[in-house]
């Protein structure tokens, strides 16, 4: 079983909640350190402009570089969620290593300030979803612009749509995300602003 995120690009306000959720509920004090990124994507020009929001965490992906490109094998995808994770007492800090950040065409993995800070990131808040409960930034969205859970249940309620405006969906690593995305707007038409 593989658990996902699934992200409704047409519905995100931007309002920055996921983000605030997971920083609160795993007490990241770091300000620079942001397991769950909110991205303003601005295009066109006017009057012709549109404006998407992109609320991304780590994809855990089926074939994760991070991991394969950690030199001390400090990243793992779990057998029975498909959940990465990060050995901190065996990774080697960013003083040292940032091999996994150089690997993720997604900037997933997370340092902080301090001195030879180790790499974090979203753990799909296992400690919650081992109670059966969504990870906080799920429930947060005021908007229910995310949703969680096996990927197969996620396909069938939502399609499979992997691509969004700001994401590509990488064919080698095959990141466990459903994107639906915010339409394009036609030339000429009234846009929609956030």
């Known amino acids: 079983m593989q658990i996902s995120f699934y992200f409704d690009q047409s519905r995100c306000i931007c309002c920055h909640t996921c983000n605030i959720a997971c920083k609160d509920w795993h007490n990241i004090q770091d300000v620079k350190v942001n397991w769950r990124r909110i991205t303003t994507i601005e295009e066109g020009v006017f009057p012709n402009i549109s404006v998407a929001s992109?609320?991304?965490s780590c994809c855990h992906c089926e074939e994760p570089a991070c991991a394969s490109f950690c030199p001390v094998g400090a990243i793992t995808k779990g057998q029975e969620n498909?959940?990465?994770l990060v050995d901190t007492d065996t990774c080697l800090g960013k003083d040292h290593c940032e091999v996994?950040?150089?690997a993720c065409p997604y900037d997933v993995p997370q340092f902080g300030a301090e001195e030879n800070s180790k790499?974090?990131?979203c753990n799909l808040c296992l400690d919650r979803t081992a109670e059966g409960k969504n990870p906080a930034c799920v429930d947060a969205c005021p908007v229910r612009a995310l949703d969680a859970g096996p990927m197969e249940d996620l396909k069938a309620k939502y399609g499979d749509t992997k691509?969004?405006?700001g994401f590509?969906?990488?064919t080698a690593l095959r990141p466990s995300i459903l994107i639906k995305p915010r339409k394009a707007e036609k030339e000429g038409e009234?846009?929609?602003f956030i």
């Open 54 to 56: 992109l609320s991304l």
């Open 82 to 84: 498909g959940v990465i």
């Open 100 to 102: 996994c950040l150089q």
């Open 119 to 121: 790499m974090q990131k």
């Open 163 to 165: 691509d969004g405006i």
């Open 168 to 170: 590509s969906y990488d």
């Open 190 to 192: 009234n846009k929609d």
